[in-house]
């Protein structure tokens, strides 16, 4: 499965930007179960932002409780983040992740997961 991530830029402290995120196969997806977005900083390590699973649960890490929103489109295997009262530390990479993605297959299910390529988010004060 690839994820082609889009969405990210330069903003000032406050703004807001949304980030999407498109799963797509040379099989046809059938489902996802875990869409989420991942962060890594200058320096740091990679870090989980949000996570939705295929039920609409939602999962923040607590920087970004009350500004950030997951979401997902599943008719469009579409995951996005509403990132809002943007901060200086939420500048990073954002990688989106699809976790047990089911793919049609003649031979069965067939099951994986995918990363995308990041997206830079540049917050500046």
């Known amino acids: 499965v690839q994820l082609q991530a889009s969405g990210g830029g330069m903003v000032q402290a406050g703004g807001s930007l949304r980030l999407s995120c498109v799963a797509s196969?040379?099989?046809?997806?059938?489902?996802?179960?875990?869409m989420g977005w991942y962060r890594q900083a200058p320096g740091e390590q990679r870090e989980m932002v949000a996570v939705?699973?295929?039920?609409?649960?939602?999962t923040y890490t607590d920087s970004a409780k009350g500004r950030f929103t997951i979401s997902r489109e599943d008719a469009k295997n579409t995951v996005y983040l509403q990132m809002n009262s943007l901060k200086r530390e939420d500048t990073g990479v954002y990688y989106c992740?699809?976790?047990?993605?089911?793919?049609?297959?003649?031979?069965?299910?067939?099951?994986?997961?995918?990363w995308g390529q990041g997206t830079q988010v540049t917050v500046s004060s």
């Open positions: 992740n699809a976790d047990r993605v089911r793919l049609y297959s003649d031979l069965g299910p067939i099951y994986t997961d995918g």
């Open positions: 196969s040379s099989a046809p997806i059938f489902a996802i179960n875990n």
């Open positions: 939705i699973t295929s039920a609409g649960l939602t």
